[in-house]
């Protein structure tokens, strides 16, 4: 299960532990050959329904949050008039993988008020769940608090064997968001590929694709490589994405034209927008309006990229008003993955200080302070 994941973490994590007495004790290495990988009973992948039992394994009244998309535009028109909608639930969860939400609502106590609904998984955008294990739980505010190291070490000695399957790829979605963070894309690629399969659509969102113009470092560069020979579509994209507009750009354009008809929805929708990254800069504006409706026919956490990819294009074509618009989009909308929000605040930071917008730009920086790492 998920310490399998754990213990294969590429990066060296070295963790600074102050315990509740005040005084600092050594520093201790994540050995991933640790005894701990022992505990792995099987592959994260094989996701099992939860009986309606082990869903009432607890009588405590905490449960867990779903928020539903209900409408998807369908036209320019809609999307530009049509605030997003969805539908927000509390409930029991009893199964979430790739292709269904199950969720028991109603009345604990009275087992004919109780109804099990069901969602398709494509149409979930926000699951915040109830975490009744304690160390669980504290390891989760780690993660909340950007204390990544500490929220991967506490996953490692966690005992996970009573934790669901549906959120334990919740928690790994925090893992990929976390080393992405700490370790770069090739290390949170690696482990976005052990739950790649099994995700429901709205953990692609953590999925480490190139969205904006930038240096690609040898290690991305060959981890790459190796993802676009591979048979696995969620690695192709992955390696067709950070390789597209360099010296393989031929074989990473022809899978990513192959991907759009991928069978598994999502990663044909993020192959499509990936190939926006293709057309030249002159025809962007040409393009532009029906790139914000496909944008915005996502569902919304797999939105994040694409705002970044228009923003980072309209900021190079000095569409300063667009730029700053979707800039400051993903602040609003994306604050689960603080890192990016405060990056994205930067650069309109930056785009207000070169327009000698010198007061909009500090409130900007003051916005971004919400976002920074938060202190141990």
């Known amino acids: 299960m998920l310490h399998h994941l754990l213990n294969l973490l ?81 409930g029991r969860i009893v199964q979430f993988n790739a292709t269904d ?58 005992d996970l064997n009573n934790v669901p399957d549906w959120q334990q790829l919740i928690l790994l979605g925090k893992v990929v968001q976390a080393m992405h963070t700490v370790g770069g894309p090739a290390a949170a690629g690696k482990h976005f590929l052990t739950l790649a399969d099994s995700a429901p659509d709205m953990l692609y969102a953590v999925m480490p694709l190139c969205w904006q113009v930038t240096d690609i470092d040898r290690n991305v560069n060959q981890a790459a490589q190796e993802w676009l020979k591979s048979e696995v579509p969620a690695a192709q994209l992955m390696g067709a994405s950070w390789l597209a507009l360099g010296p393989q750009s031929q074989a990473a354009q022809e899978a990513l034209k192959k991907l759009q008809s991928s069978a598994r929805g999502v990663i044909a929708k993020l192959a499509t927008i990936q190939s926006w990254r293709l057309v030249p800069p002159p025809d962007t504006m040409a393009s532009l309006e029906q790139w914000f409706v496909d944008r915005d026919r996502l ?62 730009a500090e409130r900007i920086r003051q916005w971004s302070e919400s976002f920074s790492k938060k202190a141990s």
């Open 10 to 90: 590429p990066l060296t994590i070295v963790l600074a532990i102050w315990p509740s007495s005040g005084v600092r004790a050594q520093a201790t290495e994540i050995d991933p050959r640790s005894a701990e990988s022992s505990r792995v009973t099987q592959r994260l992948a094989a996701v099992v329904d939860s009986s309606p039992s082990s869903a009432h394994a607890t009588s405590d009244a905490t449960l867990d949050r779903v928020t539903i998309a209900a409408h998807i535009p369908k036209s320019a028109s809609d999307a530009l008039w049509s605030a997003p909608s969805s539908q927000m639930m509390s």
């Open 299 to 360: 569902l919304l956490p797999l939105a994040l990229g694409p705002t970044e990819f228009l923003a980072d294009r309209l900021t190079r074509l000095g569409q300063v008003e667009l730029a700053l618009g979707e800039w400051l989009r993903i602040p609003v909308l994306h604050a689960e993955q603080p890192s990016r929000c405060g990056a994205a605040l930067e650069r309109a930071a930056k785009i207000l200080e070169s327009a000698e917008r010198t007061s909009e």
């Open 101 to 158: 939400l199950v969720i028991e609502v109603g009345d604990d106590s009275d087992s004919q008020q109780v109804k099990r609904r069901t969602f398709p998984s494509q149409l979930v955008q926000r699951v915040d769940a109830f975490w009744s294990d304690p160390a669980i739980a504290q390891a989760v505010e780690r993660f909340d608090q950007q204390q990544y190291p500490e929220f991967i070490a506490a996953l490692r000695v966690a």
